[in-house]
């Protein structure tokens, strides 16, 4: 089993910067794919960033240049620092993974609020 644990949301001003972090634990393998989603209210839940093993990241258009993902395989983590953030950015951020093979993510942390707002 996979747990995840995100944390660093919080509310902060048009133009700032937060990063969020995810801890997992459980049965984790550097071939695992990890991502970031958000989910808006009233919207569905969009993938923001998922970062490959080989370190291939992929993101939203919306936040290409602004957001960028890392993981540290060592300590089970995975981050998203973003930048310049934008009132329409404000969602609850979700940490989650993909077993390489798999068709979906199936492992999801419980959610870290970001607000953006002046």
């Known amino acids: 089993q996979v747990q995840l644990v995100e944390s660093g949301g919080g509310l902060v001003q048009p133009g700032g910067s937060l990063r969020l972090s995810c801890v997992a634990s459980g049965s984790i393998f550097s071939s695992d794919i990890l991502g970031w989603f958000r989910q808006a209210p009233g919207e569905q839940r969009e993938l923001v960033a998922g970062m490959s093993r080989g370190g291939t990241a992929n993101y939203l258009d919306s936040v290409k240049g602004r957001f960028t993902i890392s993981r540290d395989n060592a300590k089970k983590m995975v981050y998203l620092q973003m930048n310049s953030l934008k009132p329409e950015d404000t969602a609850v951020y979700y940490c989650?993974?993909?077993?390489?093979?798999?068709?979906?993510?199936?492992?999801w942390g419980q959610g870290t609020q970001v607000t953006v707002s002046s």
């Open positions: 989650s993974l993909r077993r390489f093979g798999a068709a979906k993510y199936d492992y």
